[in-house]
């Protein structure tokens, strides 16, 4: 498996374009990507019990188990506005299908941007008329943007069956990040060949490991939407669970899942660092996953990080807030320097430690020692600038 560059139309069979529809003042808003034929879908959705509508829709389209196109709208959300904005995803599905010939059961809706406003029905039909199968895929990933200050994609590919197949990631995400999932969008594309409901069960299960062990600012998003078409292009032979072909596949969805949550993370609102906890010796690898996640959404831990300061008993405090077992024996290491060992502090050059946290990328390390679990998560730092962002962001 190796990285390449592409986009999200790189897979065979797939095309995306974008285009200004003038919900913002002169960005690319309204993007689409479209499939040949009929792809297998799969989709995860957020946790939010406030969920838009667009996302109310896609749960339906993923039941059914095809699509072949995602339109995606990128400064209004559509949540929290009633039949009409009901209505109106409706009518983009209706509106998308009629431009390029489609089911229109089988187009899925989504939209990201501010709560309780109607979308404008009259500059999403005229930008819908503008867009192409023909048009220019790169822009997809810049119109699903809001606070986000860079575009985030990945590519891939292997062989499976004999094939060569492609795997395509593009994602938004910056604020209202605490997944299950968050004021994310996700779209992966692959021209491999597998059934919708193993697609379905592979992405759930990467789902846990990856984009819902990011966190930016602790709120859950009414519009987090991860879908994945795969339209079988490539000709491999249908991928079968347990077997040689599928253990491929599923690394390459776990490759580009957790290689678009990091991206996220790191582009958090605000955020000047990546923040990367690694923990060990939970009990088992959820309560792994769920201390390392409680340890990056702290929002001391998280200002520590943002001012260079190496106080590592806020990290310890996380721990004991979110373990529901004794962690007598804890061995703590920031930037692979050991600060803590068998629970008691180990001297360290202060000074030295708080330059080394004046880096990018940030990394810290906790071993429980109470059993085999293992786990990670990702955040970023809180700034100045999140509050800023977040005081701001309707005016």
Not at 28 to 37: M, N, R, V, Y
Not at 108 to 134: F, H, R, Y
Not at 226 to 241: C, D, Q, S, T
Request: negative net charge; charged residues 20%.
């Amino acid at each position: 498996m190796k990285e390449i560059s592409g986009n999200i139309a790189s897979p065979k069979g797939f095309t995306a374009d974008a285009v200004h529809a003038q919900l913002k003042y002169k960005k690319l808003d309204l993007g689409i990507i479209l499939s040949e034929k009929s792809a297998a879908v799969a989709g995860v959705f957020t946790t939010n019990k406030v969920c838009a509508a667009p996302v109310k829709f896609d749960r339906e389209v993923v039941k059914k188990g095809l699509a072949q196109a995602i339109i995606c709208n990128s400064a209004i959300a559509n949540a929290v506005t009633g039949e009409e904005g009901w209505q109106n995803v409706a009518k983009t599905q209706k509106l998308v299908a009629e431009k390029f010939n489609l089911d229109e059961k089988q187009v899925a809706v989504c939209s990201t941007g501010v709560i309780g406003v109607q979308l404008p029905m009259d500059k999403i039909a005229a930008g819908i008329a503008k867009l192409s199968e023909n048009g220019t895929a790169d822009h997809f990933a810049q119109a699903i943007l809001t606070t986000d200050t860079k575009t985030k994609t990945i590519t891939l590919e292997t062989e499976i069956g004999g094939k060569l197949v492609t795997m395509s990631g593009v994602c938004k995400g910056s604020g209202m990040i605490h997944p299950n999932m968050a004021t994310m969008l996700a779209f992966i594309t692959t021209d491999a060949n597998i059934s919708s409901d193993l697609l379905q069960a592979t992405l759930s299960k990467t789902i846990e490991t990856t984009f819902n062990q990011i966190t930016v600012d602790g709120d859950t998003s009414t519009n987090d939407t991860v879908l994945v078409l795969a339209n079988g292009a490539a000709e491999n032979p249908e991928i079968l669970k347990d077997s040689s072909d599928y253990e491929r596949f599923e690394k390459m969805l776990a490759t580009v899942c957790a290689a678009l949550a990091k991206k996220i993370a790191a582009d958090g609102e605000g955020a000047t660092k990546l923040i990367e906890v690694t923990l060990n010796g939970a009990p088992d690898d959820l309560t792994a996953r769920m201390i390392a996640k409680k340890i990056v959404g702290s929002s001391l831990v998280k200002t520590a990080i943002f001012g260079a300061d190496p106080n590592w008993g806020r990290i310890i405090s996380s721990i004991g807030q979110s373990a529901d077992f004794e962690v007598p024996d804890i061995a703590l290491e920031i930037q692979n320097e050991l600060v803590l060992h068998h629970s008691t502090p180990v001297a360290f050059d202060s000074a030295w430690l708080s330059e080394k946290l004046k880096e990018d990328k940030i990394f810290i390390k906790a071993d429980l020692n109470a059993g085999k679990g293992t786990g990670k998560a990702w955040g970023c730092d809180l700034t100045y600038k999140y509050v800023e962002i977040n005081a701001l962001y309707t005016s």
